[in-house]
């Protein structure tokens, strides 16, 4: 489970907990059960390891540290993974804005079919979809012999890198916006339609504006795993240091080789990432409660109801 998995279950769990106490529905001895509880698991799952990662890239001071950072091969995986992010996270918000439009606003054929498809990278593990593409794009694959003939590369290159971030990350955005546009329904749109708005009009002015913090909470999401990935990547890169290392990799060699300060080093990078990452997301949170778009947090951890899986 990833440190911002953990400190939003987290927070449902103290959210329930305060309600719970508010309305008087349980004895006052479970909150001074369950919180403490709380507040270990946080402190031994996120503070301690992350405390540790910056001690460990600092342990021989500041400037080993930079020199790590500033290794062409850590600025080659810090390269390579800003481009995988800068890719795959506008075509997922592309795709998870059509998808979620069409699941919300329309029933057609093939409907459940469609949902079934977006949580498919959730229920299959990461390395499995970077075989699957080895499989296709590889030298014995499908379509490895025509790529090989006319000279190209997909695995071992930024192609196969990209094509297994998109897979992975693809059901964020859309798995944020199907239940809050739900909840929403289509009046207004329909309303503007009536009035002779054209599609184009009808989102800019009247879906977008509702859905604008939920979608911005997918996108950082998906950012975020994006960057963070490692399963898919490790099958399909190939591992060749300086061209095909993503950052995550980079910190698995480097640990390997037993060069711990520049591993923590990277690792830092990253962890800095999940910091940012969690201090817009909580804002985001905030103004998803503000503006009445309620839910997003939990409809990421919970399933689509079964009355909305019906083609």
């Known amino acids: 489970m990833s440190p911002l998995n953990i400190v939003v279950t ?15 529905l349980e004895p006052f001895w479970i909150k001074c059960v369950l919180i403490p509880v709380a507040l270990l698991f946080l402190t031994l799952f996120l503070f301690i390891p992350l405390v540790a990662v910056f001690a460990e890239a600092l342990k021989k001071g500041w400037d080993v540290y930079v020199e790590a950072i500033l290794d062409p091969d850590a600025i080659s995986a810090i ?6 992010a800068v890719i795959s996270v506008p075509l997922n918000l592309v795709f998870g804005v059509c998808a979620a439009w069409a ?30 593409y080895v499989l296709m794009f590889g030298t014995q694959g499908w379509i490895g012999p025509w790529l090989q003939e006319h000279d190209i590369k997909i695995l071992f290159a ?8 998109v897979f992975i990350t693809f059901p964020f955005v859309a798995r944020e916006l199907i239940p809050l546009m739900q909840a929403q329904g289509s009046e207004e749109e329909e309303a503007g339609l009536v ?3 054209s599609g184009w009009q009808i989102f800019r002015r009247v879906t977008l504006p509702n859905i604008k913090w939920g979608l911005l909470y997918g996108v950082i999401l998906c950012n975020a795993r994006a960057m963070g990935e490692f399963g898919a990547v490790s099958v399909v890169s ?8 993503t950052m995550p990799l980079q910190v698995e060699i480097l640990y390997n080789e037993y060069n711990f300060t520049a591993a923590f080093a990277i690792a830092s990078l990253l962890a800095l990432l999940a ?19 309620t839910g997003a ?8 109801p079964l009355e909305n899986r019906s083609a």
């Open 275 to 293: 910091l940012v990452t969690l201090a817009i997301k909580s804002f985001i949170e905030w103004r998803l409660h503000q503006s009445g778009e």
């Open 10 to 24: 987290i927070g449902i769990l103290l959210k329930r907990i305060k309600d719970a106490h508010t309305n008087k």
């Open 79 to 84: 390269k390579l993974t800003l481009i995988a």
């Open 103 to 132: 699941i919300a606003k329309f029933d057609f054929r093939g409907k459940s079919i469609l949902l079934t498809l977006i949580d498919l990278p959730f229920s299959v593990s990461p390395v499995i979809s970077g075989l699957i």
């Open 195 to 197: 009035l002779g708005a």
């Open 158 to 165: 930024v192609p196969g890198i990209v094509l297994a971030t």
């Open 297 to 304: 947090d939990e409809a990421a951890l919970m399933p689509l």
């Open 238 to 245: 190939g591992h060749i240091r300086g061209e095909t290392n």
